[in-house]
């Protein structure tokens, strides 16, 4: 029903249309040869107008007009002069200026016209042949609106079969391109002709203005609707031999909507019929000799792509996760280098980025397109040149090393299609000095990096004067110096007992190293035992764990500690008598570390297991009984070296 109603207003409209019969200027369409192209989601008109000036005064423009219902969607108009049967002037091919101008009063307000200017007048019986080229997005309605997954997508197509114009037409055709599929119903009118994937109309002569001829078409198309609600590609310049671009793609697909629930046991088994409507793959036409090509989204890369090509070209054939049906999105990102000398010039003291404007993406319909030029820092006279009209902005972005910012030229361009695909330009002034200004700022990072270091080692960043660590190195150092000091002086007098007093001296100071860090090895032991009380009390196993963790740790730091002590000992005739008793106490200490860790151990395992309190002592009386034995007889060890 709504459908009907949208297919009757359009009918409305241009009945008021037709009845608005006035004359613009003498000009007189001699010939009308319109062509659609309804292959894909984009709707291309090519129309090929012989224009006459039956009139004495002399034309320099020449009017379009469009409905507004397609006006609205019109993405891309171009009109070119020919002359002859296909054989062009050397000026064929070179876009007319146009502009969109207010309807003359006697107009039908449902128009939107264009006015056409002309290289030179057209005067008194002069011709010519125009070539306008119209390309319209989102004109295509899926009928029905929703379909489900084993359905085909059909679409609905709405004209006029006369041409529309201000201008009286004396013989005019249409023909009408479709996809290779089957066509469910369209307008049979007078001198109408199938064949093959082709409608015609025609011919029509002695047309007066505004004449319209209602056309509707129902037809199968399954090509891949792609639209891109947003692309925003950026485009960095390095002038260190490289041009990095990066796509960020927000697709949907704007054909039917897919109802329903979807099935990949049938897409897998019959994707061409339980899935004809979803497109599977998109291709990217990149620049050649692009390098390091990447495709991944927001989970990571996707593997599902193919990228191959020659000296003219490369073609990356990208695969989404899944198959994309009407109404689904997808994001995901394309990215590639490529070689700065084949994209960026100079020319009179500036230089210039010559590049294309939209996506690599065949057939793609952008209904926004951000494109940003990222700039050199110190980039200065920033000029963009744009074959068409957009949006500008600058904006600024820092990256690795930057100070100022980089600047960013950001051009904005709605409804954009592979047409606007043309080579633009950036031109902006660069100081070739400013190169060396990152690899400075690196030369001389590491310069300071490394004089901080050599400070670090040499300063006392001590943060409290009464530490252990602290004290102990204060002793040692006056050990030290009194054995220095020691030796300066009764070097004089004694000679040789002098050295066997230093010695004496070394070793004293070498068993109060080891006895402080013994007494710190025994202090780490009461934090093992104080963690199983703890745990007997919350039952927390994991803070148990975390405090055996840290301990084994610390313990594992003091044996390192005192292996150079032991080992001063050992090589120390002086020391021969009170070696044994160190090493023993060495041992003992090393043997306690062992039972604390299996009574932890299983402690730990019982608390578990869920184990009873007293089951739990039974366990480790054992281990406990010997932990005692050991603890007594390491104090007395103690006692024994400090006498000594």
């Not at 029903?1 to 608005?20: A, E, G, R, V, Y």
């Not at 998109?282 to 193919?306: C, F, M, Q, W």
């Not at 006279?381 to 500008?392: A, E, T, Y």
């Not at 409290?464 to 190195?473: D, V």
Request: proline share 5%; glycine share 4%; with cysteine.
């Amino acid at each position: 029903m709504k459908m009907k109603l949208n297919l009757f207003s359009f009918l409305f409209t241009f009945t008021i249309l037709s009845s608005h019969v006035l004359s613009i200027s003498d000009l007189i369409l001699t010939k009308v040869d319109r062509r659609i192209d309804l292959s894909t989601q984009i709707v291309r008109t090519t129309t090929t107008l012989k224009v006459e000036n039956a009139g004495s005064d002399i034309v320099s423009e020449i009017l379009l007009s469009f409905p507004e219902n397609h006006a609205i969607h019109l993405a891309y108009l171009s009109a070119t002069l020919n002359e002859g049967r296909g054989k062009a002037k050397p000026s064929s091919g070179v876009s007319l200026p146009y502009d969109e101008v207010v309807s003359p009063k006697d107009f039908p307000n449902s128009l939107k016209v264009y006015s056409v200017t002309l290289p030179k007048g057209l005067g008194k019986g002069d011709s010519l042949t125009l070539d306008v080229l119209a390309v319209f997005t989102h004109i295509l309605q899926p009928f029905p609106e929703k379909i489900t997954q084993a359905d085909i997508q059909l679409l609905l197509f709405q004209e006029s079969a006369h041409y529309l114009t201000p201008y009286p037409v004396k013989v005019q055709s249409l023909t009408v391109k479709l996809p290779d599929a089957r066509i469910e119903s369209y307008s049979k009118l007078e001198n109408t002709k199938l064949q093959g994937s082709e409608l015609k109309y025609g011919p029509y002569q002695n047309i007066p203005p505004f004449a319209y001829l209602p056309m509707v078409i129902h037809f199968e198309n399954n090509q891949p609707f792609a639209v891109a609600k947003e692309l925003v590609r950026e485009i960095e310049i390095s002038h260190w031999g490289n041009v990095q671009i990066t796509e960020h793609y927000n697709l949907v697909h704007g054909g039917a909507e897919s109802k329903g629930e979807f099935s990949r046991l049938d897409y897998q088994a019959r994707p061409y019929v339980r899935g004809a409507s979803a497109f599977r793959r998109l291709v990217a036409k990149l620049p050649p000799r692009a390098h390091s090509v990447y495709y991944r989204d927001e989970i990571g890369n996707i593997s599902t792509s193919n990228l191959w090509g020659d000296s003219k070209k490369t073609q990356l054939e990208i695969e989404p996760r899944y198959p994309i049906f009407g109404g689904w999105k997808i994001a995901f990102t394309i990215g590639y280098g490529l070689p700065l000398q084949d994209f960026l010039f100079g020319i009179d003291g500036k230089r210039f980025l010559n590049i294309s404007f939209g996506s690599p993406i065949n057939e793609l319909v952008i209904d926004t397109l951000i494109v940003k030029v990222v700039l050199p820092e110190g980039s200065k006279d920033i000029s963009p040149s744009v074959p068409f009209p957009v949006k500008q902005r600058h904006e600024t972005k820092f990256s690795h090393l930057d100070i100022a910012g980089r600047p960013v030229v950001v051009l904005e361009k709605n409804n954009a299609v592979p047409e606007h695909n043309e080579h633009f330009q950036v031109y902006y002034k660069f100081n070739r000095l400013s190169m060396l200004r990152e690899p400075l700022m690196l030369i001389f990072g590491f310069f300071f990096l490394f004089v901080a270091s050599i400070v670090y080692m040499h300063a006392d960043l001590s943060i409290s004067k009464t530490s252990a660590s602290y004290l102990a190195k204060i002793q040692w150092e006056e050990v030290i110096n009194l054995v220095s000091f020691t030796k300066s002086v009764f070097a004089i007098d004694y000679g040789a007992y002098t050295v066997h007093f230093c010695f004496i001296i070394q070793v004293q100071a070498t068993i109060h190293q080891v006895h402080t860090i013994i007494s710190r090895c025994l202090t780490t032991h009461d934090k093992l035992e104080a963690s199983l009380r703890d745990l007997s009390r919350t039952g927390d196993i994991q803070a148990c764990k975390a405090t055996r963790k840290s301990v084994d740790s610390s313990l594992k730091e003091l044996t390192k500690e005192l292996k150079s002590p032991v080992t001063f000992l050992q090589s120390s005739p002086q020391a021969t008598q009170i070696l044994p008793k160190v090493e023993e106490v060495i041992a003992k200490e090393r043997d306690l570390q062992e039972r604390l860790m299996a009574k932890h151990s299983t402690v730990v395992d019982c608390y578990e297991k869920k184990l009873g309190g007293r089951e739990i002592e039974n366990r480790v009386a054992s281990h406990q009984q010997k932990i005692t034995a050991l603890r007594q007889e390491i104090d007395d060890l103690m006692d024994l070296i400090d006498e000594i």
